[in-house]
């Protein structure tokens, strides 16, 4: 990959540093720097391969009629689980209880790392990914799915309305996660991502989640953690940027 870069670089700089007209850069690529990157680059190769598999797949997939339920593989995966929390309404109250809990701690540790140890970060990327959460559940409301099964102490409690896309459950509990690991408190994120993976298939299991809800939260969990330490990092920056003009201003009162 190294020798790939040095030979794009040359053909913009004549190879001698000067810019300048030159062949395109993929006729200076060997065999041997193909058979580099796919031994030591495998997996943005396996992504690549990836790519032209489901271009196949989508252009000739049957699409699902207007009228028929959305295909979902996750429900096809936890079918027999549906009907278990179907035929025991007592055991589906039961994991409810349990993953309210479960949202309770999230938000206790959330809110926690603000208020008891002064870091902010998972709090900020709680506010940024509930709001965007809140504008494109209601830009898309999509369809409870038929087969749902609701409970009174499953969160929200009470059996109220939310949106559907994409879940909170999830994000929330992949920010909680990344902030632990961030303080190396690793088994505490052990235990959250294991629990995060039971929510996510009994969320399945009673329809309260299509499969692509729960791969967004996911996404949007490690998403607005990012932005979060950016923008702490941009505020940090502009603070002390202040703090720099004020010295300067003090010091040129003084003199």
């Known amino acids: 990959m190294e020798n790939i870069v040095k030979k794009t670089d040359d053909c913009y700089t004549n190879g001698n540093g000067v810019g300048g007209k030159s062949k395109a850069s993929f006729l ?8 580099f990157v796919a031994r030591y680059h495998w997996i943005p190769c396996f992504f690549a391969v990836g790519v032209l598999f489901f271009m196949g797949v989508e252009y000739t997939l049957q699409m699902v009629p207007a ?3 959305p295909f979902d593989i996750g429900f096809v995966a936890t079918r027999s689980l549906n009907r278990v929390l179907a035929s025991s309404p007592d055991l589906n109250t ?9 949202v309770a701690m999230q938000t206790t540790y959330i809110v926690w790392t603000w208020l008891m140890e002064g870091r902010p970060r998972a709090t900020i990327s709680a506010c940024f990914m ?12 999509l369809p409870l799915p038929q087969d749902f099964l609701g409970s009174g102490v499953d969160f929200p409690v ?3 309305s939310f949106f559907l ?7 929330g509990s992949m920010i909680a996660s990344l902030d632990m690991r961030r303080m190396q408190r690793l088994r505490l994120a052990m235990l959250f991502d294991i629990l995060n993976i039971l929510q996510s ?3 399945l299991g009673t329809r309260g989640h299509y499969t692509i809800d729960l791969a967004v939260g996911v996404g949007a969990g490690i998403l607005f953690d990012s932005l979060a330490g950016k923008y702490e990092e941009m505020m940090s920056k502009r603070h002390n ?3 720099g003009f004020s010295l300067i201003s003090k010091d040129s009162l003084v003199n």
């Open 158 to 160: 009470g059996n109220v």
């Open 201 to 203: 298939i009994r969320l």
């Open 165 to 171: 896309f994409y879940s909170g459950h999830v994000a």
């Open 28 to 35: 200076t690529w060997t065999m041997r720097d193909a058979v």
């Open 67 to 69: 009228k028929s339920e």
């Open 94 to 102: 039961l994991l409810a209880a349990l993953n309210t809990v479960f």
């Open 130 to 141: 509930f709001t965007c959460r809140g504008i494109l559940g209601y830009s898309t409301q």
């Open 241 to 243: 940027l202040a703090n």
